[in-house]
């Protein structure tokens, strides 16, 4: 499983011109699922991103997480991110997972991400996304478990 995860000050995300998810503060998080995941991976990655401490204090120091200034977050499904570049100009996304076991992995990383206290909005999985990221800092952190 691996992840993008960007501190947002406004995160949007459209499919054929209708908005299908939007937060203020928080997190846009692209998320890739690969073969061999499943639930407890998921549970372990939101337990990193929960405890992720990247909101500035009342010093602008990175001490709080998205869950302490109270924000929010986008899961954007990218199975782009297991794209493998080594040969040819033309990515292969064979090691992506089938849609079959991603689609319900992402709508469970949701749903634990809400239950840890940051409430989530999905993309809509399988569709042509249009993403509006408003990146604060620019703070862009990748995680793989």
Known sequence: ????????????????????????????????IGPGDEKEKARALVRKISML???????DKMNLSCKDVGGQAIVVSQFTLYADTRRGNRPSFTEAAPPDLAR??????????TEAGIPAQQGEFGAYMQVQIENDGPVTIVFEI
């Open 104 to 113: 319900p992995l992402c709508d469970r990383f949701a749903q634990l991400l």
């Open 1 to 32: 499983m691996r992840a993008v995860v960007q501190r947002v000050t406004h995160g949007k995300v459209s499919v054929d011109g209708r908005s299908v998810a939007e937060i203020g503060l928080g997190l846009v998080i692209l998320l890739g």
């Open 53 to 59: 401490r990247i909101f500035g204090d009342a010093d």
